[in-house]
């Protein structure tokens, strides 16, 4: 949900942002790209033990030949953090995405005027890539990144391309980087 939180702020706060980084979102309302129902059903899924919730979590964040290795590496640690999370919190965050996707930003999306990076996973069955370009083409000057066979959390499958990608378009001056 960040993205859509940073949306949010850049639209009614702009004043407060000078450049913007949005990683695997969309623009909300009707304008976004949904992902499939039994990938939202699963999601929200908080049946079955911590592990089995980890394990089914962690295939809808990364493509499934990636996943069974992030399991196997992490997946007693997602389970724990699981564990821990009480069934209110993610109905509540549940009703906020959906929210989102009746009243998100996108018609005010052309107002923001800061240099933004949008960076997709071009395997994201969580929020569909496709979502990146509209993203792109509603915010003027803004650029796009697809990474390839990247999952939800493609940053974690590539955070050193990630990240060197971020440093360089936040070290870059605003000036040239301002839609015309």
Do not use: C
């Not at 949005?22 to 699963?42: C, H, Q, R």
């Not at 915010?139 to 050193?160: E, R």
């Amino acid at each position: 949900m960040g993205g859509f939180i940073a949306q949010t702020l850049a639209v009614q706060h702009r004043a407060r942002v000078d450049k913007l980084v949005l990683l695997s979102t969309d623009p909300g309302g009707i304008e976004a790209d949904l992902a499939a129902p039994d990938v939202w059903f699963k999601l929200i899924d908080a049946s079955g033990t911590p592990n089995e919730q980890a394990r089914r979590l962690l295939f809808l964040l990364f493509p499934n030949d990636v996943a069974e290795s992030f399991y196997q590496q992490f997946g007693d640690m997602v389970a724990a953090a699981r564990a821990q999370l009480p069934v209110e919190l993610l109905n509540r965050q549940a009703a906020a995405m959906d929210a989102w996707h009746r009243n998100g930003v996108a018609s005010q999306l052309r107002e923001i005027r800061v240099p933004v990076l949008i960076a997709t996973g071009t395997e994201d069955i969580a929020i569909p890539p496709s979502n990146g370009l509209k993203l792109v083409n509603a915010i003027p000057g803004a650029w796009l990144a697809q990474f390839s066979h990247g999952g939800h959390a493609f940053m974690a499958q590539y955070p050193q391309a990630l990240a060197d990608l971020t440093n360089s378009f936040l070290a870059l001056e605003s000036s040239s980087l301002r839609p015309v």
